[in-house]
């Protein structure tokens, strides 16, 4: 072996563990993907945007029903109106989201290369709202959901397509968001994966959980819980209000809705059902 061939093969040597363990955004969809259609072979693929109904089928014909007269419609209604209403500028959020009636928000959450951050569908609500001089909304319920909503049901039929974007930066996120959804947390000491990958399936409580894989397809949802525990029956929320519920379910703080832990969660989480239709909002117990 000449000089050169010994240094490439040495360098190649000390490049292959690397190159094992960095990110790998597609594997990672794969993997779980194939998890996921191996444990529950009776599942179609397209079925898993249905969420626990896609693997309990004892509870889905009650599901089914209260589809047929969705709770959740009016508030997409609200939504469409808040959407088109003006500003004291003229301008209203439709300026902001101009491909709404096609479609947008398979394309969220996305990570915008100049900012070096997330975006989600509610952040860029909220920052149309403030750079139009308008008040804020909060985050996970109310008008803010039902924008969401609205949104989300001009979506219905396309399919996930968020992108990692292959930088240092948005990699990071990514696999920030992995590991919020892999990590061990609270009193209980479990992980997202615990429950909604490895006892997909299973009865925890009265509940059956739900596979992770089309978990973001259908939100925001209308809960009957929160529907109960608000004053106005209104129980729409958005999929970091769930987050920070699922948070608390195992005893651990949840993160504040929109911050970039959430985001990077939302950005890991969303992209593990890229390829799946969109059906949201959805309806849930
Ligand atoms: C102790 C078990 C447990 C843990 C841990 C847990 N969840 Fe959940 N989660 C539930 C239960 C129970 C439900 C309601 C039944 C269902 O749909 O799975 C639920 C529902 C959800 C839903 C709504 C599913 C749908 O179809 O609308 C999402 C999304 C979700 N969890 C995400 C997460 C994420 C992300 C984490 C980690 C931060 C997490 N969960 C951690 C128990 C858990």
Known sequence: MNKIAVIVSAVC???TPLVGIAANPEQDLKDFRSYFTDRF???????FINGVYSVDKASREQWEAFEEFPPYEIYVDKGEALFNKSFKN?????SCFPGVKNGVKQNFPFFDTKRNEVITVELAINECLENNGEETLKWQKGKMAHLSAYIAYKSRGKKGNVKIVNSDESMQWYERGKKHFYAKRGQLNMS???CHVNNA??????????PALGHTSHFPVYRNKWSLASKSGDGMGTLHRRYGGCNKQVRAKPFKPQSEEYRALEYFHTYMSNGLTLNGPGIRK
């Open 13 to 15: 040597m000390l490049l």
């Open 41 to 47: 072979p009776e599942t179609p693929l397209h079925d």
């Open 90 to 94: 003229g301008k209203s959020l439709a």
């Open 192 to 194: 997202c994966a615990d």
């Open 201 to 210: 399936g299973n009865r925890i409580r009265a509940d059956v959980l739900s």
